[in-house]
Nanobody, 124 residues
């Protein structure tokens, strides 16, 4: 599976962005998808995950209630809708895929495929 995240940009605090993650391959529907981010000077962190069928989602506390992860298996797409953005959300955002199911936290070393990141900058 090849992944490509896009949709990043510069947005004011309180604004919204939607990040698509396009996947190649016929087996996208077999993979659980995760979104991660890496802020300047910090380690990459898990922020949201969705099960292969879309019925199970997980979020880190810092984005819960503001971000929504979704997927469309027919289109080989995953999405991260980000609302009420804050300057501390500034980071490079990555999508990743794993055939292993995680019910809550998605470990970085458990993901099999990664897309190139997309930069999100939130100004105050």
């Amino acid at each position: 599976v090849q992944l490509q995240a896009s949709g990043g940009g510069l947005v004011q605090a309180g604004g919204s962005l939607r990040l698509p993650c396009a996947a190649s391959g016929r087996t996208f529907g077999l993979y659980n998808m995760g979104w991660f981010r890496q802020a300047p000077g910090k380690e990459r962190e898990f922020i949201a995950g969705i099960s292969w069928g879309g019925s199970g989602t997980a979020y880190v506390d810092s984005v819960k209630g503001r971000f929504t992860i979704s997927r469309d298996n027919a289109k080989n797409m995953a999405y991260l809708q980000m609302n009420s953005l804050k300057p501390e959300d500034t980071a490079v955002y990555y999508c990743a895929a794993s055939r292993r199911f995680y019910s809550g936290y998605y470990p970085e070393d458990g993901m099999e495929y990664w897309g190139k990141g997309t930069q999100v900058t939130v100004s105050s």
